[in-house]
Structure formats: structure tokens, C-alpha cells
């Protein structure tokens, strides 16, 4: 097996490692205290530098002007662009965008590519995902209220929706809704493109997530449709085919998802190393000589070792037999690279002490940020039980429920 990187890859990570470190993260600690959208003209300077360099929008293949990397190099230079918090944002593939771009580019009319994916491949507008209500479990998707009924040439879509994440200032939302009650349940649901200018789109609020409301695209939003119309047109893809599209979105999703966990993981793991060489515990005794200290660095560098592995094979599975064949894989990285991410995290605090669980040093941020990691996308625990489900199913037991 060979686990040398490409011609491309070689050349490419060190540069934009070297970029993160001196353009990008000397503006997160004033982006967090100024807020995000009051940062957008450092931030759009930012991205216009990517772009001069060729970096942009890495992911999306080169026919729809992205830079068409692998899905396997994309995650390596997720890991570099995760070392810092506004890393995807600055290359043009943060979530939710980067999901919403890649089923408007396998599913999208060419009409709907000329008015959402473009503009967004350019940067342009942002876009959100509005799948989670409020008034259902999220972790069964299958179960919600949201409808879009046919009227004339029209949807009428009526729903609730919550964590639809960068939804203040996105210029249009994919919603789930049902538009068939009848069909088998993973038939019932569409995917509908809305223009959040529409006024039957009610934007309710920033939900607060761990102390922080947040702002612009670093934000998580309650919403609303309320006899909202849009062209029947907006349908992306077929009718019913909402579930399927999820598939392909989230399959991708979790592999770039993993991949920045990673590099917040490389990122805490840095910082935990350098204070363990510098602070001294005694006059002239590191931090560093204490045992227990050695074994969080230990632990955290094979942890995170093992985790980028599986996800890089996991990213090279989907690859080469395709999301359905590798979909134990992919649950297996999404619950196990979110417990690193946490694990890693908090090993470095403790090693920091009092200055870890300030707000001087990014790793309070992950502490609160990144802790959602074990719930979206799928709870850890629905993970755990597809994987298992599928292998013992391999020893004789179906499990329905
Ligand atoms: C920061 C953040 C961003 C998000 N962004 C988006 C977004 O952009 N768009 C969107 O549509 N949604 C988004 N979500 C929603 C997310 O996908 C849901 O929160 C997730 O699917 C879980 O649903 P729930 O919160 O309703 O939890 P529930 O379904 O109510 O589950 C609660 C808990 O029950 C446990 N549980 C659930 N099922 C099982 C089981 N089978 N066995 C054992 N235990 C179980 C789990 O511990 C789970 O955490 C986001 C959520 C967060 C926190």
C-alpha cells in the first residue's frame, strides 16, 4: 500500500499550511470579538487571495470552477484548513455550502445551476439546508411535519425548521418537505429550493448554542414557511427523491466534516505539546517531563493517527465502490472521529490549566463549538446501531427496529 501523497498534494499542503498560519488564523481571535459579519471585508480579502492563488472552492470539480480535488486530497487539505475556524470559509467550502453545491452540480437543472451554483461557486451568495424540526426527533429524519403541496404551477410549502445552520444572510435554502404522505416513508419527502427574499420565509432567530448566538454565516437558525410559493420548478432533482439526495450529501459531508475535526485536533494537539515544552511545572522542570502529561500527548497523537487514517480510507472507499458500499465506513468515522475531537480537545485543556478553559487560546472555543459534533449528521448512538445492526445481520440476527 502506498501512502505517499501526489505530485500535487506535496506541493500544495505545505503552501496552504504556511498560508493558514500567517493570513488566517491572526483573524480569528478579532473575528470572534467583532463578530462575522462585521469581519466580511477582512474575510472577502481573504477569499480573494485564495482565489488569486487558485485555491478556490478545492472540492467541486473543475468543469463547475472549482479546483477538482479528489475526495481524498480534498480531506488532506481539509485537516491543513480545519487548523483554524475560518479555514473552509476562506477556501470556499465550508458547510453547508459545500453540500449544496455538490447536489445542485449531480442534481441541479441547468437553470437552477445558472441561478444558485455558479453564483455560489463564485462566492457570491451563501445557501442553507433546512431538514431538522423542532417538534421531531432529527436522529429519525424520516418523521416530520413539513408538507409542500402542488398549486397550480406552484409548491406551497408549510413547515418549521430549526439548526439551519448560516441561514442569516444566505440568499436561498434546500428545504426537506413532504410531498407525497402516501408514498413508503423514504419516498415521501422532496428537496425544494427557496429564496430566503420569499415572503413566506419567516426567519425566527439565531439559536443560541452554547453561549454564543453567533452571527451571518457562523450562526444556527429557527425558521419558518408560511404558505411559502416558489415554482414547482425549484424541485431539485425528482419528486420523493428527497432522501436519496440526502445520501449523496451526507456521505461526502462526513468525510469533509472528519477531515476538519482533524486539523482542530492537529490544532489543539500543537498547542498542547508547545505549552508542555515551555511551562514549568518547578524552576527549570517542563510540564512536559510529567508522565501523565507524556500519555495525553501519547494518546492524542495516536488517536488522531488512527482517526485520519480510517477517514482517508473511508473517503478512498466511496471513491471506489460508491456511498451505498461504504456507508459502514463512513458511520464508523462519524462517531469515532467526533469522540477524538472531543477527547483531544479536552486533553488539551487540562494540560493548559486555567489559560485552556480561557477564551485566550481557541481551545474554550472548541470545547463549546465542537461539541455538537456528536450530534449532527446523525447522532453517535445511530451510528453505532447501523454499523452494528449491518454486522450482525452477517451472524444470522435482523433487527428491524
Ligand atoms: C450545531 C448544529 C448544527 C446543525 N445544522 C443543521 C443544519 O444545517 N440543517 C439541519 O437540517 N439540521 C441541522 N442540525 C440538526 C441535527 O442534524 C440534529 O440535531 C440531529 O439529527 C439530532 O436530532 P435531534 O437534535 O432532534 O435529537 P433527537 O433525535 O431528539 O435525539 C436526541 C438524542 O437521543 C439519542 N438517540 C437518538 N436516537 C437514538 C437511538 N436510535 N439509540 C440511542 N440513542 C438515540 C442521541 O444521543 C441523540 O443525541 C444541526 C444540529 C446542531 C447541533
Not at 453540500?99 to 441561478?115: P, T, Y
Not at 404551477?153 to 436561498?172: P, R
Not at 426567519?203 to 453561549?211: A, H, T
Amino acid at each position: 500500500m502506498d501512502f505517499s501523497l501526489s505530485p500535487q498534494m506535496e506541493e500544495l499542503l505545505p503552501q496552504v499550511r504556511e498560508f493558514i498560519n500567517s493570513k488566517v488564523i491572526p483573524l480569528e481571535m478579532p473575528v470572534k470579538k467583532k463578530g462575522f459579519r462585521a469581519s466580511l471585508p477582512e474575510l472577502n480579502a481573504i477569499r480573494a487571495e485564495v482565489k488569486k492563488r487558485g485555491w478556490w472552492t478545492p472540492q467541486m470539480h473543475k468543469e463547475h470552477g472549482g479546483l477538482g480535488l479528489s475526495l481524498v486530497d480534498h480531506g488532506l487539505l481539509s485537516v491543513e484548513l480545519g487548523r483554524c475556524s475560518l479555514g473552509h470559509y476562506s477556501f470556499n467550502c465550508q458547510a453547508p455550502d459545500a453540500g449544496n453545491m455538490e447536489i445542485l452540480a449531480l442534481f441541479g437543472s441547468d437553470a437552477q445551476k445558472e441561478k444558485y451554483l455558479h453564483p455560489m461557486v463564485r462566492g457570491e451568495i451563501r445557501s442553507c439546508f433546512a431538514m431538522t424540526e423542532p417538534e421531531h426527533a432529527g436522529s429519525n429524519p424520516v418523521w416530520m411535519s413539513t408538507t409542500a403541496v402542488k398549486d397550480g404551477d406552484d409548491y406551497v410549502i408549510n413547515g418549521h425548521k430549526w439548526y439551519t445552520s448560516s441561514a442569516d444572510g444566505a440568499n436561498f435554502t434546500i428545504v426537506m418537505a413532504v410531498t407525497d404522505p402516501n408514498q413508503q416513508q423514504h419516498f415521501r419527502a422532496s428537496m425544494i429550493i427557496v429564496p430566503l427574499d420569499n415572503p413566506g420565509y419567516k426567519f425566527v432567530r439565531n439559536i443560541s448554542v452554547m453561549g454564543d448566538t453567533g452571527d451571518d454565516w457562523a450562526s444556527h437558525a429557527e425558521v419558518r414557511f408560511e404558505n411559502c410559493r416558489v415554482p414547482q420548478s425549484n424541485l431539485l432533482g425528482g419528486e420523493g427523491m428527497g432522501f436519496a439526495i440526502a445520501q449523496e450529501r451526507l456521505g461526502p459531508g462526513r468525510i469533509h466534516h472528519c477531515m476538519r475535526w482533524l486539523g482542530i485536533c492537529e490544532r489543539s494537539f500543537e498547542i498542547m505539546c508547545e505549552y508542555a515544552a515551555k511551562r514549568e511545572v518547578a524552576p527549570g522542570v517542563a510540564l512536559g517531563t510529567r508522565q501523565m502529561v507524556q500519555q495525553s500527548i501519547a494518546d492524542s497523537r495516536a488517536e488522531i493517527d488512527a482517526a485520519k487514517w480510517m477517514v482517508l480510507h473511508a473517503a478512498w472507499a466511496i471513491e471506489k465502490f460508491g456511498q451505498k458500499e461504504a456507508r459502514d465506513e463512513v458511520s464508523c468515522i462519524k462517531f469515532f472521529v467526533a469522540g477524538v475531537l472531543q477527547r483531544v480537545v479536552d486533553r488539551a485543556i487540562q494540560t493548559l490549566g486555567g489559560l485552556g478553559v480561557s477564551d485566550d487560546t481557541p481551545l474554550s472555543y472548541y470545547y463549546r463549538h465542537e461539541r455538537p459534533a456528536r450530534i449532527y449528521d446523525g447522532p453517535d448512538e445511530v451510528h453505532k446501531q447501523s454499523v452494528a445492526k449491518r454486522i450482525l445481520k452477517r451472524y444470522g440476527i435482523s433487527i428491524s427496529k
